[in-house]
């Protein structure tokens, strides 16, 4: 029977829930690791409906008892830190690991995460549909149509191109890594270039009048709605200028941006298991190459840095190059919009063109590899998608570049460590490989240099023909390779390397003798006309080591003296993660101990024959200070034992 009348019950209640919310928070904030609203909730709930059953059994089931309050208090906040460290108990070890972050679901907005998590459930059921129709996967229905017939690579080229949005990215990229798939896959998903279905042209109308600020006509003296080009991002167009030029018109795709996000929130999910639960996601660190390519993707969407990309391209190649960089109308180009000019020839994909012309096809192929070559050693700023619908061809045999959507940036160093890589490979040289290898590696400690180099001579071995050229797979075998090492090359070379090997493909199509690893290392090491001046960066070199060399001979001669004097000392310098992982494992042990003191002290006060001076209403001074001892070490403990969970130690 209740105390107290209805009303005030009413109150107390939802005073009770009010409470419960706040101290959950409180209660997992103790933790010391954050968690997501999800876990949160069912920690909060299970937490104090414990609590509320518990205390309101000691309360004879009366909601207006005086001690209610407190007793939900003492025992909600340390259940519900039990219920959410038993919840990362529950996940498999290691998978709450990767960051203070993992796991962690924010929700600023949750009725558009909900909204954003039924999309990607969605998405994940279309896609679902489409391997089956494909005859993908355990439960699929290839053997009871004409599907299975088809080619892997042509049954995975359909799959993407009926996806759309990001997995035709998906598949573009992966046509360029043939260290990874069979050739004729790579071959089927490269044509994933030009195959895009476009948008209806009322679409394409809208996004591009929204950004010019008006209707074509005012801007354009002709336009043709049929697309050059369809691809995953943009659709581009013929256009005429209301001054006379010939002018390309890209225009973003309406709702790309949606779809985008969607689809890598689906792949992010994907990616996060396959690098938790597989050996080939561990190996590939699927989470993190994701990672890198969302970040890529994102910045592709905002086409004022293909625009910049263009300017600086244009700028860096000079004037006398044979290379040419469309120019730009910056005026009408917008976030959404670029307006460019029109070359007037054929792109290297148009391959009855290019074998109709006179141009000489291994000069053409000479002259692309240079340029690459030069952008990549020289300027430290290269177009990283070189696939033949990206290269022009003028009748005059120049070159032209096109779509600046994917560049790639290397620093000093790096540039360097290339230049070391190449001359190594061409020379046979392993230490010179190796050391370009390690300048700009994450290697770790565990990698033995003997065991490495040893691998890199079977790898030369292996690739080198009689006559000393040097097979062209090489550059994919030492990709592979480093990645049984565990050694991460950094994303700028990890985009350099899908350039390069697109670059190999699209100097095949040119001329089907072309070499790159060959013609790059003649280019490098040659003394008639080299890419690089080897005088120039020997100079460089010395005039670089010079202010260690002044200082040589006195710090040679201050060891001497310590050795001399029995005075010379090795320190041995603990780095930064052992000095991390010993802070770490100290406090911990001191506040499991802190806690266990708690724990026994405040036991030892309850079970007192005495309470100790009284405080308040027959409570006294040792049953207070032995609740909170409780509360305390219970904290404490709780605390430890979700570092430890989250840690994947047990």
């Known amino acids: ?227 050059l080009a369809a691809a995953s991002i943009g659709q581009t167009y013929r256009a005429r200028l209301r001054s006379g030029e010939a002018v390309v018109v890209k225009v973003q795709r309406p709702g790309v941006e949606q779809v985008i996000r969607r689809d890598l929130a689906a792949l992010s999910l994907l990616a996060e298991l396959a690098q938790r639960r597989t050996a080939l996601g561990q190996g590939l660190r699927s989470g993190e190459l994701l990672a890198q390519f969302a970040q890529s993707l994102r910045a592709e969407l905002d086409f004022r840095r293909e625009v910049d990309a263009m300017v600086e391209m244009a700028m860096s190649l000079g004037d006398c190059s044979q290379v040419r960089v469309p120019k730009v109308y910056a005026e009408l180009c917008t976030r959404r919009l670029i307006v460019q000019e029109r ?125 000393g050229a040097i097979e062209p797979t090489i550059l994919q075998d030492l990709v592979r390779m480093l990645s049984q090492f565990g050694i991460r090359m950094p994303a700028d070379l990890v985009v350099l390397a899908r350039a390069l090997v697109t670059l190999e493909g699209t100097l095949r199509m040119i001329w089907p003798m072309a070499s790159m690893a060959a013609a790059a290392g003649d280019m490098v090491i040659s003394s008639t006309a080299p890419v690089i001046d080897r005088d120039t960066m020997i100079r460089d070199e010395l005039v670089a080591a010079l202010p260690h060399l002044r200082h040589l001979p006195d710090r040679i001669d201050r060891i001497l003296t310590l050795t001399s004097r029995g005075e010379l000392r090795v320190r041995n310098v603990v780095d930064e993660d052992r000095q991390r992982i010993l802070r770490t494992l100290v406090n911990r042990a001191l506040l499991s101990g802190i806690g266990s003191v708690f724990l026994v002290m405040a036991t030892l006060m309850l079970i007192a024959t005495e309470k100790g001076p009284i405080v308040a209403s027959g409570t006294g001074l040792f049953e207070i200070l032995g609740y909170g001892g409780l509360l305390a070490g219970t904290v404490l403990l709780l605390r430890v034992a979700a570092a430890v969970a989250r840690d994947g130690t047990t």
């Open 1 to 227: 029977m209740l105390a107290v009348g209805a009303p005030l019950v009413v109150v107390r209640v939802i005073a009770i829930v009010v409470l419960a919310f706040a101290t959950t928070a409180i209660s997992l904030r103790l933790l010391g690791i954050r968690r997501g609203w999800g876990r949160a909730l069912v920690s909060g709930t299970l937490g104090w409906s414990i609590a509320i059953f518990v205390a309101l059994g000691l309360s004879h089931w009366d909601w207006g008892a005086d001690g209610l309050v407190v007793h939900l208090l003492a025992i909600g906040i340390p259940a519900t830190m039990a219920i959410a460290v038993a919840l990362d108990l529950l996940a498999r070890p290691g998978s709450l690991a990767v960051g203070e972050q993992a796991g962690l679901v924010t929700a600023p907005r949750p009725l558009r995460a909900v909204r954003e998590r039924i999309a990607v459930i969605r998405r994940y059921r279309e896609l679902l549909r489409l391997a089956r129709r494909e005859g993908f996967g355990p439960f699929s229905r290839s053997a009871r149509t004409e599907v299975a017939a088809d080619a892997v690579g042509v049954r995975l080229r359909r799959m993407l191109e009926d996806a759309g949005g990001v997995y035709i990215k998906v598949g573009q990229i992966a046509a360029t890594r043939v260290d990874l798939l069979p050739p004729d896959v790579c071959a089927e998903l490269a044509s994933l270039q030009n195959r895009v279905a476009p948008d209806p042209v009322e679409e394409i109308r809208s996004v591009l009048e929204a950004e010019l600020g008006g209707s074509v006509a005012e801007v354009f003296a002709e336009f043709d709605w049929d697309p």
């Open 343 to 467: 070359f007037d020839g054929f792109t290297v994909a148009q391959s009855k063109e290019l074998d109709a012309s006179a141009i000489d096809k291994h000069a053409l192929a000479d002259q692309l590899l240079r340029s690459m070559l030069d952008q990549v050693l020289r300027i430290g700023f290269f177009h990283a998608d070189p696939h033949p619908g990206n290269i022009f061809v003028f009748a005059d045999g120049a070159l032209g570049l096109i779509d600046f959507g994917a560049v790639g940036r290397l620093d000093a160093i790096q540039q360097r460590a290339v230049i070391d890589m190449l001359a190594g490979l061409m020379q046979r040289d392993v230490s010179l490989l190796r050391d370009g290898i390690e300048r700009v590696a994450d290697i770790n400690e565990a990698v033995s240099a003997e065991l490495l180099e040893r691998a890199l001579a079977r790898l030369m071995a292996e690739n080198m023909r009689p006559t």
